[in-house]
């Protein structure tokens, strides 16, 4: 489940800068690939050990390192002493619970993003923190964990045709946001989906189920909302501000990737006003099922219980009741009682409620 | 009906600039249509095969190309590549879930937006995208599929009177984009229409009927929103800036279009803020309506209960009952019961009931 | 009743400056009335023909020509083509449904508002637009129809004292502005006096009748801020803008009518605010009521039901049935009920439901 | 009561600069006071004649004239016309229904201010509207009626210690200021006071009376806001500009008394946050409250008409029924009785209603 | 409990700058402890006497004074006084009502911030004032009571290790904010926690607790967000703007503090998200309730109430009831009534009710 507020207090009192994993426990070991290109040459490596990180990155090609798991504190701290990273933005990088932010240095740019999946069995959000550094000709990206959602930049990479070889590492820190944008639609589709099965729901059966389910999907919509809402800001910070590490070109394809990010925002923004609708309609249709169900104990009860009564008031024990000896007193009765049932009949046709 | 999340899933992880049309299938042939003009010619050209447009297009005339379906990607990107339209572009034209937005180009301005169609059968909006693209002296407009909407404009052109033939391609492009709003307002007239006939139901009988509607109503409002407030912006951006595909003359007509825009927009927050109220009058008359079912019920019941509790009493069969053997012992209760009866209805005088 | 959206699809599709009435149809003749005057003379010319209005006009005179009644196409276009009115102004000002708006030409200064008018039998608002242009030297005024609300700048303009008939045009533009907004405090003041009535009803007596006119003002509210609201900005940039045709002296006076126009707003945001806390009471005061009428019902079932039960076992007819042959079974039966009726009403007292 | 709207009417269509006292009717004499005073000097008159006015004000000395009752249109003319106010202030000193607000003139600051009551018998605000104006060595402040809230100040003066004597003119201003807005926080406390009382109530027997004063509360924090939220800007713009009636040393303290002034606002806001979230309560505790009534209802009535029911069976007169005649019968029959009721209440308790 | 509105009031009319302690009663003495170093050397003093304080001051150290309790005016207005603080920061101090804010002065910074505990029991949060100054080499910090908050950077002063021995008094300045922002961290996930307890009661059982849980929490939530979002500006101040005692180095370190802050809001912003949604939750909960309530109670009514009718006519006396002497007469009306039954049965089957 989301967690409402994130766990930060084994951080306390530690001076800034101290190096401390927090997030999830994990206990894979760190997974690092590498990439050096030109237009054209590509050195592919995978897996390969932190010490032969350095060696690898040549100062004519572009690098990028994806690193997997970043739970392995000493490992981190190494790549990104040799790359000059400052101790804060390592921190950063760690510490698994941040916005989604930029942060320009003097020789690399730092992002922050949240890679995000939802498990439509249990109907959760997880959320997965992407740092990725743009230096002059590298760029370096830490995932938590392993996961394929770059795997369509890579093929694009091998494959080397388009603009990817050919531009630079601020290219394919485009690249890499983007895939993570577009990834975001096919998430917003699984909600929406979700969302309508509700719905439906709602507006045929309306019940506790529905009512928990609308709840939980508020609830991770408060999530969804806090994980991408600051994205807008990071990305066109990125296309707007002359940031030295990007250039003019790549800008205009970040131009495209701020329209998608102003397109998730809204999108979400519309879950949150389905809900709210959803939520209204829950309530009123509940209030209908109440009047109608109190419609059934009210003509029902308006009929007998005065019928009631009347049978009631033969069955009384007194000597003296004229009534009872009479020929056609029983007769009478009945007619009385058809006569109050057809009354009451009319009543409630006059008002509408049969 | 309107998506909540619109699919966009097919297009994750292709390099930008891939060219997919992504929107509704489409079968019939795409439809292209052409028109040169100066102040004092016309050459109209219907259903042109699509290597006819380059050679129709003349440098001292000014040209409106209009395309008809955009699912036949590579007529598409031929015809823009003739007219050096960035990948990008070209990628959203084809996709037809984008926001209202202008794009300035070195060499032309791009404009999307949204067509809206409300079935008042269905009660559904169906929106189009229209794109634009406007050049030195030429306009194109795709269209996701054939429609009369232009029509007007073409008839303007054909009369030739007015400013419509004598002012350039910036003017057409104003023509074309005042016309599409001036269509709102016969969408936001059915709506409207259609809202005060659930009003006048909610206030004469509200029922489960027009509770659905009035839900489908906020839901399709959700999506009126967000197609046309962006355009606030676009069009003040068309307006205001400093864009050198725009003529000084043209922006003041394009300021009128502004304020169309706002009046467009301020309708909607008029059918929202109206939708809500609506709500609010359907749960307090639905609360309204339970009281006076209570209140019939607790009347018959709280009459009733007491009488039939008092013929109970004289229905037992005790051996020793005084009252049984008494010469006016039944004319007494009945009495005892009509003051009961009396009592009541005074009770129910005194809080207003009946 | 305020439309929720004004017909504005007569006109689709026309080119823009087309000239056509949109309004109320109306068939009284328009009537044409015209000052001129300086510090020192005054020329009042009531029901003029449309052909003398230019030849009255003096170019060293102030002059102001009303004209009352916009539905003669013909007669406004002869005017305003005298005085160089573009024709998007035109347009403008025989279309009734426009907003509140400023627009500074080269040669005049074109400004929208709109007069209201509340109904306090039918409890509904009209309102008329007026349009004034403001000349180098002159002011023309359009009214949709007669009224008085201009009376008292004419008679300050016959009287002659004070600034009015010193000050230029743009005086008299703003004592116009000034005139109409003094206006709308006026039926302010009517409408909080039946909001002060719906709140005296609400707390009273809460009945259907009160919610449906607390809706119709809250209906009417949205087409009162409609019409209000964008007048803020337009008085503001009458008083901050530079405009040419406003002199330093008259800004002064016009920053006076800003504070008004706040006002007005401020209250206009104050009766939304107490029609939401209303409806809240309303809701909350029947939900109340609702607790009354269940608690009578309950306290009468909860006490009569159990006794009825008592008296129903010893109107059985089992042969074999010691109580009913004791000597006080009759009298033992009342104290056993007496107790349950004692017993109830403590139960409820501690509940503190009586 | 507040008035939703205040009565403005009365001044339609008259020339701007008119006065006329616009406010609550009132008989007293208008009372004036005067202090002239340097750092080594003070000079005191109380109930002083206007005639006198004039006579006491000396260049040389640091002047305060205060005015309690401005219904005198008269006499405040005069005094504001020695000292060259001009006819458009006057008439906002005049008009009691001002939002607080500052007018920069060329000799002279204006600024008007609201002064609050809360009775706390009517549980009502009271509002009196406190004009000031700064000139170059004095000030003047109009009250609507003699009060002790500026008694603080008048004793400091007297006194002479601190910096109130050396300052000049508009450090007094500051003093006048700073003390109502302290008094504002007086006020606050006894609002607050009376939400938590309101609070317990609600927590403990909810009823209309609470409902009624919270309602009342809150339409009296709708005034509360209007007289305050203006003042803000008010402050900001005093302590912000380069006003010149105000000396750099001064803006220290007005940047003390823009803090109150946030601090006020914000207490505001909180309260209105209270409100609606007791609002929340009230409605959720009276759905509490009605649950349990049914609850009752429900047990009591589940439990007892089936057992009515069987007395009934045994009731009835026929001829053939054997169980009547059985030795056992009554007695089988209340075994049933018993293991119905024994169902029942289990059914109840597993339901956790009892 | 948080108090609505804190107690001003003591203060009115009291010259600016006139000193009084204002907060609650204390009578433990104050505690004052010193900090004096460089790179090198480290002074610790703790509870020494407010003569020793200034003699401890040395020009080529940092010095850091920390004063525990500031009940005592005349001990804060010594120090104070050393250091040439304005009067008015010195009110600021000893006033424990201030929101976070932060004063440039010419010789010093200014800062006011909140430190929190949230009391589990009780359920209720608790703030302390915690001021600030900054010199050219010195802080001077004063808190309400003694506490251990700042424990961790004693220690880190202590060891001397990392930056803070090296860097200056402003580097002091953020670490002690650090240490500040960094406990709300802690805070929010114990108020958090407790969230996610209620969250459950209300899925599983909501009673009258819950809601009371519910409305203390959102009470709380107030208190807290006033408290800390003034915060937000304050540290983006220190960050951004050009403040001479901040050293370039150190803004670096702010910019971390900034983040924290945002995301302490963003927290505080969810809670109240999540608070409104469970008070929507809770109250369909309880709708939902009634209605399975007023089920039971129409099943059981809607079955009996017709089978008591009948039960009822034959326990009338009648003469003549030719039923009654039927040879099957009994068991024809337990058949009918069995299909009266089987009939209610399928009824609430098709109604989906059992």
Redesign the interface.
Same mark, same amino acid.
């Given at each position: 489940m989301a967690?409402?507020?994130?766990?930060?207090?084994r951080?306390?009192?530690?001076?800034?800068?101290t190096l401390q994993y927090i997030g999830k426990e994990r206990s894979e070991p760190i997974d690092i690939s590498l990439f050096n290109y030109t237009q054209d040459h590509l050195d592919e490596r995978n897996s390969i050990a932190l010490e032969e990180v350095i060696s690898y990155c040549k100062s004519d090609f572009t690098t990028w390192i994806n690193v997997n798991g970043i739970h392995n504190v000493e490992a981190i701290e190494k790549i990104c002493t040799y790359f000059n990273i400052?101790s804060?933005t390592i921190e950063d990088i760690l510490h698994t619970?941040?916005?989604p932010?930029l942060?320009e240095n003097e020789d690399y740019l730092y992002l922050v993003i949240k890679m995000l999946e939802y498990d439509e069995q249990t109907k959760r959000l997880q959320t997965e923190q992407v740092s990725m550094i743009l230096g002059k000709n590298y760029v370096i990206s830490f995932q938590e964990r392993a996961g394929d959602t770059f795997?369509?930049?890579r093929?694009?990479l091998r494959i080397g045709?388009?603009?990817?070889r050919k531009a630079g590492a601020d290219y394919l820190l485009y690249?890499l946001l983007? %895939?993570i944008i577009?990834?975001y @639609?096919?998430l !917003?589709?699984k909600?929406?989906d979700d969302?309508?099965e509700i719905e439906e729901e709602l507006?045929v059966?309306p019940g506790?189920r529905s009512?928990?389910n609308l709840?939980n999907l508020?609830?991770e919509s408060?999530l969804l909302r806090?994980s991408i809402w600051p994205l807008r800001e990071v990305v066109n910070k990125l296309e707007r501000d002359d940031i030295k590490q990007i250039k003019k070109e790549t800008r205009?394809?970040l131009?495209?990737v701020y329209?998608h990010t102003?397109?998730v925002i809204?999108?979400i923004e519309?879950?949150r006003?389905?809900l709210s609708?959803m939520?209204?309609?829950?309530?009123?249709?509940?209030?209908?099922?109440?009047?109608m169900?109190?419609?059934?104990? %009210?003509i029902?009860?308006?009929i @007998?219980?005065? !019928?009631?009564?009347i049978?009631?008031?033969?069955?009384?024990?007194?000597?003296?009741?004229p009534?009872?000896?009479?020929?056609?007193?029983?007769l009478g009765?009945w007619m009385i009682m058809i006569m109050v049932f057809i009354t009451m009949i009319l009543f409630f046709r006059r008002k509408?409620?049969i």
């Open positions: 967690k409402i507020a994130n766990k930060n207090s951080k306390i009192g530690l001076p800034p800068g400052h804060l619970d941040q916005r932010k942060e795997e369509p930049v093929n694009r045709k388009g603009r990817i690249a983007d %895939t577009d990834h @639609f096919f !917003l589709e909600i929406g969302l309508e507006l059966s506790t009512l928990t709840y508020k609830r408060v806090r205009y394809f131009r495209d329209d102003i397109r809204e999108t519309n879950f006003d389905m609708s939520l209204d309609l829950y309530q009123s249709t509940i209030s209908n099922r109440m009047n169900i109190m419609k059934v104990l %009210t029902i009860s308006t @007998f219980i005065p !019928l009631t009564f049978v009631g008031v033969y069955g009384m024990n007194f000597v003296h009741m009534e009872l000896e009479w020929r056609y007193g029983y009765v509408k409620w």
